[in-house]
């Protein structure tokens, strides 16, 4: 283990928290079966993994970014995470983020639960695809990975903020005989950030699609329309 990783490590391991991991296996299902099943928490909170990533950043290489994301252990690969999107938006600036950007392709597997999908894709894949053939995320999205399926969702989460919503609407579609519902959730989002910019797509959307929407990824596009709204599509 490099010096700096068993600093990191150790870092973490000074706040982490028994209780606080059990509740957090629970919470992201760790179970048999479950979604994300043996995955090992430790009972550090984001904030704290925040403030460890902020500390020693700077100092990080990319052998080190890598061993993060290969731990067993999530807030470590979390904390990895959040190193490796600000080398990316770092790399910006000197014209240097296609090497993290091919890290995170590389270590997609990795991203292997909900946080760690949430807090990278739109802020790395989605920001390099804004100007770019966009296919990635198509492959992802007919992936047998529920996380890659995960990552091309989320990552439009980019181009939404910049109105840019044909291709959320292409991936919600894909998405619609999905199985699971995190992917349920992913599109739903989607659908419910374009409402927020533009109510018009996400009602064209659920107007076409209302007979195969799952359930909870209409609950999610409805989230922010006006009650007798919600209501008027949740009774059809």
Partial sequence: M???????????????????????????????????????????????????????QNDCSKTDIIELLDSLIHEE????????????????????????????IEKADKMNNWDLVDSSA???????????????????????????????????LHFIRKNDFEDALQLCEIALPHKHDLIH?????????????DPNPTCKFIDTFKKKMPRTMLRY???????PQRKAYLSK
């Fill in 2 to 56: 490099q010096k700096l990783i068993l600093e990191i490590t150790k870092s973490l391991m000074a706040v982490a928290d028994a209780q606080k991991a059990k509740q957090m296996q629970r919470f992201f299902k760790t179970g048999k079966g479950e979604y994300g099943e043996g995955d090992v928490f430790i009972g550090v909170s984001v904030p704290q993994q925040r403030a460890i990533a902020k500390q020693y």
């Fill in 122 to 156: 739109h802020h790395i894949l989605g920001k390099w695809l804004e100007k770019r053939d966009r296919k990635i995320l198509y492959e992802f999205s007919k992936s047998t990975s529920l996380w890659k399926n995960r990552i091309a969702l989320v990552s439009t």
């Fill in 221 to 227: 596009a409805i989230e922010k329309m006006p009650e």
């Fill in 77 to 104: 690969r979390l904390t990895g995470v959040f190193i490796l999107v600000d080398k990316f938006k770092k790399g910006i600036k000197s014209n240097k983020e296609q090497e993290w950007v091919d890290l995170y």
């Fill in 185 to 197: 959730k992913a599109s739903g989002w989607m659908l419910k950030e374009m409402y927020e910019r």
